[in-house]
């Protein structure tokens, strides 16, 4: 049994400058009936940049938000209750001088 679990480990690799990694303050996701599309920005006044934009299939999108619920709640669990920030609203949000 071993040996077979072995056959199908996949070996995945990275190059340094993804495995650093990058922050984003913002997230917009949209939808099609195909897939789900995950836009990750930074946004510092006066501009914002595209980051990173993932597309995943709605089933791998709902594995994705479980495994992070179920992250959360063991972060939580370990570290205590985060308490959750409003986002701004649409009036609020933007560039302003």
Request: avoid cysteine.
């Amino acid at each position: 049994m071993p040996e077979q679990a072995q056959q199908n480990q996949i070996k995945v690799e990275a190059e340094n400058a993804t495995l650093r990694g990058v922050y984003a303050n913002n997230m917009l996701i949209s939808h099609t009936k195909e897939e789900f599309v995950m836009d990750f920005m930074l946004i510092h006044p006066p501009k914002g940049l595209l980051i990173n934009r993932t597309i995943v299939s709605p089933g791998h999108f709902k594995r994705m938000v479980r495994a992070m619920q179920d992250n959360l709640k063991k972060y939580e669990d370990n570290f205590g209750q985060i308490p959750e920030s409003k986002g701004p609203q649409t009036s609020e949000f933007g560039f302003k001088a």
